[in-house]
């Protein structure tokens, strides 16, 4: 079975920086897509950043130059480093990830970290 765990959410006061790890254990083949989504109350969760096996990468335009997705293959966990970090970046975060498990290719999710960013 195919997990996904995150770690390092927290509080932060503007301006800093926190670094997001989302580890895949398991059954696991290969790892094609990961990405990293966010969520607040009421809203719709929103992709913020996506990184595919070639290393290509994309990000929301709200965190364009302050956000870095990496991934680490050997030991299948992504990463999300945050800095300048501001109040509206405060969230939910969930990491995603395409797999090829024993049961095929599936998107499995994490359980999300709280990200709070406050003075």
């Known amino acids: 079975q195919v997990q996904l765990m995150e770690s390092g959410g927290g509080l932060v006061q503007p301006g800093g920086s926190l670094r997001l790890s989302c580890a895949a254990s398991g059954s696991i083949f290969s790892i094609y897509s990961r990405s990293w989504y966010r969520q607040t109350p009421g809203k719709q969760r929103e992709l913020v950043a996506t990184?595919?096996?070639?290393?290509?990468?994309k990000y929301a335009d709200s965190v364009k130059g302050r956000f870095t997705i990496t991934r680490d293959n050997a030991n299948n966990t992504a990463y999300l480093q945050m800095n300048s970090l501001k109040p509206g970046d405060t969230a939910v975060y969930y990491c995603n990830a395409e797999i090829v498990a024993d049961s095929g290719l599936d998107m499995y999710w994490g359980q999300g970290t709280q990200v709070t960013v406050s003075s």
């Open positions: 990184i595919k096996s070639g290393g290509s990468t």
